[in-house]
């Protein structure tokens, strides 16, 4: 398993992780307590075994691995 990645963007955390199957999920919180049951996939069928990382600059989210 690899770490999870967490930013604060716009008043909302996001966080990535990767799946037990390499799949890439994102899921934010506007309070850092609630969170979808559901986190929403990335990148569709693409998948990965490397860490990914968040960083806001300059108003945009980027997502980086």
Not at 8 to 16: D, I, S
């Amino acid at each position: 398993n690899q770490p999870m990645c967490l930013a604060a963007f716009n008043n909302k955390l996001y966080l990535t992780f990767v799946g037990m199957d390499n799949s890439t999920w994102i899921a934010s919180s506007n309070d850092g307590v609630t969170w979808p049951q559901q986190p929403t996939r990335i990148f569709g069928p693409w998948q990965t075994n490397q860490p990914m990382c968040l960083a806001a600059f300059n108003n945009k989210l980027y997502l980086t691995f």
